[in-house]
């Protein structure tokens, strides 16, 4: 039992009209204990403040990238207090609803260097007035960065070949393009010009998404981030909204699985002394580090 849920026993015994000093002995707290009361430090109403400013900014972020925030802002603090502070401004995310796992085939390729492993797809939204969105996404699946959110109202496979063509020309080609089998993405004529360019392609199979787990992750957070936070009035104000977000996204959130670097700082190889020490426990690490302990203390003492 937890030290709060003791403190709760008492209470709950002490509105029973059983002394405190007794309700301490049952419930095996210390009267010290019970009675502390936390202590508002300096400088807590400003950092309260300033999470409060992350959360407006990032509605979905939650306690460790406002952690991640204030660390690349230069404030050395603990992961435990920001999520203490951050419980007290009532700040937290929505919960997500647990996902079905399904069984798939194994990811045959996997990044593991930059410009290794692109992927694009498409998604898709509306105007105000009703007009169909169509947007292309293109992202480097070993630095999660997003390379491109082309948006129209229809984006054909010709389109589809510019768009590749402009970021050849930015930087060099991937080995592999991983998409659906789209027709835009199945086209002769974009199939020969990516062999030309000595790009290697790779479709999932249909009704397959999670053997493209990183572009439909992509996909989920520039909707959850963008395309459900902004109303567009027409194509171009969609182009210059999520034009914003790519680079808000590449350039400024932090992204965990790199440490808590951006796509660009990971990329760049940038050093974030703060950052590689004191990261608060995801439940993945939480899930090892409690395996470890267990495989250590079955293994026998020589």
């Known amino acids: 039992m937890t030290p709060r849920a003791r403190r709760n026993c008492v209470r709950e015994l002490t509105k029973l009209r059983v002394s405190e000093r007794r309700s301490c002995e049952l419930v095996g707290l210390s009267r010290s204990v019970y009675q502390y009361q936390l202590q508002e430090r300096e400088g807590d109403e400003e950092l309260k403040a300033r999470l409060v400013a992350i959360a407006q900014e990032q509605p979905h972020a939650g306690y460790r990238t406002a952690w991640a925030v204030l660390r690349r802002e230069g404030m050395g603090i603990n992961h435990k207090k920001v999520q203490r502070l951050w419980r007290e401004a009532e700040l937290g995310q929505p919960q997500k609803r647990?996902?079905?796992?399904?069984?798939?085939?194994?990811?045959?390729v996997r990044a593991t260097h930059t410009d290794h492993v692109w992927t694009y797809d498409f998604i898709h939204d509306r105007t105000e007035?009703?007009?169909a969105l169509r947007m292309l996404?293109?992202?480097?699946?070993?630095?999660?960065?997003?390379?491109?959110?082309?948006?129209?109202t229809s984006l054909p496979a010709r389109k589809v070949k510019a768009v590749l063509a402009q970021l050849f020309t930015q930087r060099r080609p991937p080995e592999y393009l991983r998409s659906d089998n789209g027709p835009e993405f199945i086209a002769q004529e974009l199939m020969d010009?990516?062999?030309?360019?000595?790009?290697?392609?790779?479709?999932?199979?249909?009704?397959?998404?999670?053997?493209?787990?990183?572009?439909?992750?992509?996909?989920?957070?520039?909707?959850?981030?963008?395309?459900?936070?902004?109303?567009?009035?027409?194509?171009?104000?969609?182009?210059?909204?999520?034009?914003?977000?790519?680079?808000?996204?590449?350039?400024?959130?932090?992204?965990?699985?790199?440490?808590?670097?951006?796509?660009?700082?990971?990329?760049?190889?940038?050093?974030i002394p703060l950052l590689e020490s004191g990261q608060p426990s995801t439940h993945q690490r939480r899930q090892e580090n409690h395996r470890n302990r267990r495989r250590e203390a079955k293994e026998p003492i020589l």
């Open 98 to 108: 647990k996902r079905q796992r399904r069984l798939g085939e194994g990811v045959p």
């Open 129 to 131: 007035r009703g007009t």
């Open 137 to 152: 996404t293109v992202e480097d699946e070993h630095t999660r960065e997003g390379l491109a959110v082309e948006v129209g």
């Open 193 to 271: 010009w990516l062999t030309e360019k000595g790009v290697r392609t790779h479709h999932i199979e249909p009704g397959s998404p999670w053997q493209n787990a990183y572009g439909e992750s992509f996909n989920a957070t520039l909707r959850r981030e963008c395309l459900n936070q902004e109303l567009f009035h027409s194509v171009p104000d969609a182009r210059a909204k999520t034009g914003l977000w790519q680079k808000r996204y590449n350039r400024e959130r932090p992204h965990s699985a790199l440490g808590y670097k951006t796509p660009e700082e990971y990329r760049d190889g940038v050093r």
